[in-house]
């Protein structure tokens, strides 16, 4: 499919177009920016032609409304459908959508979250719609790849009148992210599901993202792209305190302050210019002000990379992106000095001489170090054009019915841990027969002990298994005074410990988890939905009076596997089923498994 993909902001218009067959290829890069008496300056590119100069477009409608002369004049035709990306998706856009009227005036209701970045996307599509109303337009949302984090990552503790009116943490960057995640997984050569990363974006905004088993977890940016790392002319970080004191001690309008916050702070308030090249060379000129700035913003960096390391309990690879990140060797060097402790040392040659050239994601990390360290270009319109076509696509019919069944908290014992509770030479009794062929409930119960409370009578479910897992909800997780991570069966690094009681003996064993809800499906089934083994979909409950829709449920394609969703109780109870219910896909498959297969 070939798209167009436009990411308007409010001072330039960035736009290209990608053939998506096997691989994805940008066939032409565009952009329009420095608006000012009438005209602004344009760049075009194909592999075979570069021009730049000037153009005679007075703003951004008139620079949208060149676009289809300037494809045309290029040789660029056969468009059939168009991206855009949106900054602010709020609460409810999780995918990339399909844009008509309603949409629109959704995403138009979020401006008050994104005064000074959604009014220009909007902008963009209305206009293309115009141009182009027979095409598809595709909205991709820079915060949709963070609405996997969790309450703590996002919950400002404020007033819950202020949480209610919408106060909360969403996150930015998201598209590029996600990318950067996924090429940084490609690399190393392992499931981006296996992976702690850091994605760290330093372009004029920057952003770091815990990037957590394939999820989002937390990132630096908040209720808008202000919080978070010092940026050209954004402060990040700032004591909340700052807006009283100004206006007691200034006199400072709300205004002025959120302005000077935006436009007058980071690089270009500590060092006088926004552009990281001139804080280098001033810096390395010997002045002062731009020295304490560079610090400054290595300093923010490497607090957050170690942040997240703690908050994803474990770390395999930072990736740095941005114009910053891709071009600063000396920047990358002073944010990974001194992180040695978590198992990263950069080999500084390697950091110096790196090619960037063809989607390269070159490893910079030196011999023996247990973190991996990689740049890479980003990709925003190129994962957009991903993205936009795995949205058409998913529109495809999947409306076969999904079995739903309720898993109770229950475990999975080693031969090792069965013979520690119940008594040397042990062996569990199988007494029911569960709906995946070869496996059973035992009829033994054992105990599960946390540090604030214990569940007793817990099923047992056979065979055994190489490693203990035990599989609560998020209430037992309470119950127990345990944080358990939300993780697919068999992802036990790094869980957390609990003592398990049986009649023989007890013992304390890692492996406990919140288990990940997943569908069980058998090839031919598989493939008459359009599934894959790894795919991730969305889920709506049908048939219940509290139907809601599980998105990103893992796809375990199994041989002679019966077809059935398996959800916890918490999630039944939120859904409002009781022991066994009914879905249908509702999305196709997830760009970020369909990546992981490129
Ligand atoms: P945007 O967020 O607007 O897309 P970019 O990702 O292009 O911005 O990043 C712009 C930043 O990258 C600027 O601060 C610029 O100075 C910086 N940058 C670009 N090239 C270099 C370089 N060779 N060395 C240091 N900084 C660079």
Not at 157 to 167: E, S
Not at 405 to 430: I, K, N, W
Request: aromatic share 6%.
């Amino acid at each position: 499919m070939r798209v167009l993909v436009f990411n308007a902001g409010s001072s330039s218009l960035k736009f290209g177009v990608f053939d998506t067959a096997a691989d994805t290829v940008q066939r032409f890069k565009g952009g329009f920016e420095r608006f000012h008496d009438g005209q602004c300056d344009f760049r075009f590119r194909t592999d075979t032609r570069d021009e730049s100069g000037h153009a005679p477009h007075a703003d951004l409608d008139a620079a949208i409304a060149a676009v289809p002369d300037a494809l045309s004049e290029w040789g660029i035709d056969g468009i059939q459908a168009i991206g855009h990306r949106i900054v602010h998706g709020g609460p409810d856009f999780a995918a990339p959508t399909l844009l008509d009227a309603p949409t629109l005036a959704q995403i138009d209701a979020l401006t008050p979250l994104a005064p000074l970045h959604n009014p220009a996307g909007l902008q963009g599509v209305r206009l293309a719609m115009s141009i182009w109303p027979d095409l598809p337009q595709v909205g991709v949302f820079d915060t949709a790849f963070h609405l996997t984090n969790p309450a703590r990552a996002t919950t400002y503790a404020v007033p819950p009148a202020w949480r209610k009116a919408g106060l909360r943490r969403y996150g930015f960057h998201g598209t590029s992210h996600k990318y950067v995640a996924q090429r940084a997984a490609q690399e190393i050569g392992q499931p981006l599901v296996a992976l702690k990363i850091v994605s760290v974006h330093l372009g004029n905004g920057a952003s770091v993202c815990a990037v957590n088993l394939g999820q989002s977890m937390d990132s630096s940016m908040g209720l808008t792209p202000l919080e978070g790392l010092v940026m050209g002319t954004r402060s990040g970080d700032v004591d909340p305190g700052a807006f009283g004191f100004l206006s007691r001690q200034m006199g400072l309008t709300i205004e002025e302050i959120e302005h000077a916050l935006y436009h007058d702070s980071g690089l270009r308030a500590l060092a006088g210019s926004s552009d990281m090249r001139d804080v280098e060379a001033s810096a390395g000129a010997g002045d002062t002000d731009a020295q304490l700035a560079i610090n400054l913003y290595a300093y923010r960096a490497r607090k957050y990379i170690g942040a997240y390391a703690a908050a994803m309990g474990g770390l395999d690879a930072v990736v740095f992106t941005g114009g910053i990140g891709e071009n600063s060797a000396s920047m990358r060097r002073r944010i990974c000095d001194g992180l040695d402790f978590l198992g990263l040392s950069l080999d500084h040659d390697r950091n110096e001489t790196i090619s960037l050239e063809g989607r390269a994601a070159p490893q910079i990390q030196a011999y023996g170090s247990r973190v991996r360290v990689l740049v890479t270009e980003t990709a925003e319109q190129y994962q957009i054009a991903r993205e936009v076509v795995t949205a058409l696509e998913r529109d495809t019919p999947l409306d076969m019915p999904i079995p739903i069944a309720v898993s109770g908290r229950h475990v999975h014992l080693s031969s090792q841990d069965v013979e520690a509770l119940f008594g040397p030479g042990y062996r569990l009794t199988p007494d029911k027969p569960l709906r995946q062929p070869g496996n059973w409930s035992a009829r033994e119960r054992i105990a599960i002990e946390g540090p604030n409370g214990r569940i007793d009578h817990v099923a047992i479910l056979g065979p055994t298994r190489p490693r203990t897992q035990i599989e609560v909800s998020r209430t037992d997780a309470f119950t127990l005074g345990i944080d358990a991570p939300v993780r697919d069966s068999g992802q036990l690094d790094g869980t957390p410990h609990v003592r398990l009681h049986g009649p023989a003996g007890s013992l304390q064993t890692d492996g406990l988890i919140v288990a990940a809800r997943h569908i069980h499906i058998s090839p031919a089934e598989a493939a008459a939905r359009g599934l894959s083994d790894g795919d991730y979909v969305d889920v709506r409950v049908t048939g219940v009076d509290r139907g809601l829709t599980f998105t990103r449920t893992l796809v375990r394609v199994q041989p002679d596997a019966f077809t059935e969703m398996h959800i916890d109780t918490d999630e039944a109870n939120a859904a409002g089923i009781r022991l066994n219910g009914e879905g249908a896909l509702v999305q196709g498959v997830h760009a970020q498994a369909v990546a992981l297969r490129d």
